[in-house]
């Protein structure tokens, strides 16, 4: 039986002060979020093995918005393959149109340097698609998805992808909605996997999948291989492979392989 690759979180909130060490012992891939350039800043000279951490600047918080400074993001993401958390959010006591400066100017700077970007869209969906079909980017993963069939059917028409959780996955008829070509996993740790089995941690999406299995009749095995396969697929999108921690560019090296012998 072929090996396979460990799970994949494409988003969760880890603090910058754990370690390195204790993160390789969760036995998953992780893309963590980061709510502000201050607290990617933190985080930047790390040298993770299997963690990757994003530039954020979350709708939710907003110092975060206000500090917000186009020419730090540029430099910021010139080292950086992935971009989190970002996007909009209604319940922000920011206003959404203040938030959609900041998007818009983090999508103009998407849209000429691309990057794996987790995009944050509670409340505000259209909106959010919206922000992308003016600014059109490589690898944007909508994050948490709630859009109507609609929306989705236009998320998907915009090239976007898709990262699930387990909260997400409480709604399994809008999850078939998108293609298992466009399908991604996460955490959310520690907000989307409040329902999740013991133990609740970044990279401990086993109930995700095997909840993506039931809705795409598909084994866990598979799954697992096709978000690596999506993967792939995404980083090679946004040209980012060089970006990665080396053991995560292996990882992906062996996941194109094996797709190829599918």
């Known amino acids: 039986m072929t090996p396979q690759l460990p799970p994949l979180d494409l988003h969760a909130h880890i603090s910058p002060k754990t370690r390195p060490a204790d993160l390789e012992r969760l ?12 607290e990617y800043e933190s985080v930047r000279d790390r040298h993770d093995q299997v963690t990757i951490w994003g530039v954020g600047c979350h709708p939710g918080v907003v110092q975060a918005q206000w500090e917000f400074d186009a020419e ?6 010139a080292s950086a393959a992935f971009v989190s958390e970002i996007g909009l959010d209604r319940r922000s006591k920011l206003p959404l149109d203040e938030q959609e400066l900041v998007l818009s100017s983090i999508l103009g700077a998407l849209q000429r340097t691309p990057r794996i970007a987790s995009i944050h869209s509670s409340g505000a969906p259209g909106r959010v698609l919206d922000a992308l079909e003016r600014t059109p980017i490589r690898g944007a ?31 399994p008829d809008d999850v ?28 401990a999406v086993a109930d995700v999948e095997k909840a993506l299995g039931e809705v795409y009749k598909i084994g866990v095995r598979a799954v697992r ?6 993967l792939v697929s995404l980083v090679d999108e946004t040209n980012v492979v060089g970006l990665l921690p080396a053991a995560v560019q292996r990882m992906i ?8 012998t599918r």
Not at 144 to 167: M, P, V
Not at 177 to 203: M, N
Not at 253 to 260: D, S
Request: charged fraction near 20%; hydrophobic fraction near 45%.
């Open 141 to 171: 993963v909508l994050h948490w998805w709630r859009g109507d069939k609609a929306q989705t059917r236009r998320a998907i028409e915009l090239g976007c992808w898709f990262s699930i959780n387990a909260a997400g996955m409480n709604y």
């Open 27 to 38: 036995g998953a891939v992780v893309f963590a979020a980061t709510r502000s350039l201050d």
């Open 72 to 77: 730090r993001f540029v430099s910021l993401i």
């Open 253 to 260: 090296a062996f996941a194109r392989t094996n797709e190829a």
């Open 176 to 203: 078939a909605l998108i293609p298992p070509e466009r399908i991604l996993t996460e955490t959310d740790h520690p907000s989307g996997d409040r329902t999740s089995a013991v133990p609740r941690q970044p990279g």
């Open 225 to 230: 291989a096709q978000v690596w396969t999506n």
